[in-house]
């Protein structure tokens, strides 16, 4: 997916954007987005989950970066989402779009590029996680995804 996207409108509409998978290289720019966007938690290693991702072949990360750009040498990350399959179903993680580029469809496209990527592996059904009072719900209500009638149990197996 590159140059100008059915979904943009307005500033995106004039920028030249992509989507592709995470390197190495990626990790600084993407973990400062996931914390500019508050998406990190103290119990969480951010790298880490990063790497983690790269490393599994049943997860990625996947980039909107806006390309081409003068006096610039490298790619602008403005949306970031981590996408699993745990073999059943499908989890989305670390949805980030940078918040000046918010609007701009960028979250809806990484989310269908991740439903995408998902469905290739098999997924049939995908799942996220919203944390109370998170505005985000009304985002991923408008794209069709519905709150589950299930409670979240977790341990943790390592303290931090």
């Known amino acids: ?5 059915p979904w943009a409108t307005g500033r995106a509409a004039r920028m030249t954007t992509s989507i592709r998978d995470a390197t190495d290289q990626d990790r600084g720019a993407v973990v400062d987005l996931w914390r500019a966007c508050d998406l990190t938690r103290p119990w969480n290693d ?8 790269l490393v599994n072949p049943s997860s990625t990360v996947l980039l909107l970066t806006e390309t081409g750009r003068a006096l610039r040498t490298e790619d602008q990350v403005l949306a970031t989402v981590l996408a699993g399959y745990d073999g059943h179903r499908g989890w989305l993680y670390y949805l980030a779009v940078d918040p000046e580029h918010r609007g701009d469809g960028h979250g809806r496209a990484l989310v269908t590029a991740a439903e995408e990527w998902l469905a290739a592996r098999g997924a049939v059904k995908v799942q996220l996680m919203v944390r109370e009072g998170n ?3 009304d ?10 009638a299930v409670t979240t149990w ?3 197996l390592i303290e931090h």
């Open 135 to 137: 505005p985000a719900a």
């Open 139 to 148: 985002f991923y209500a408008a794209l069709g995804y519905q709150p589950q």
């Open 154 to 156: 977790g341990r943790r």
């Open 46 to 53: 951010p790298p880490a989950d990063f790497r983690a991702a």
């Open 1 to 5: 997916m590159t140059g100008e996207e």
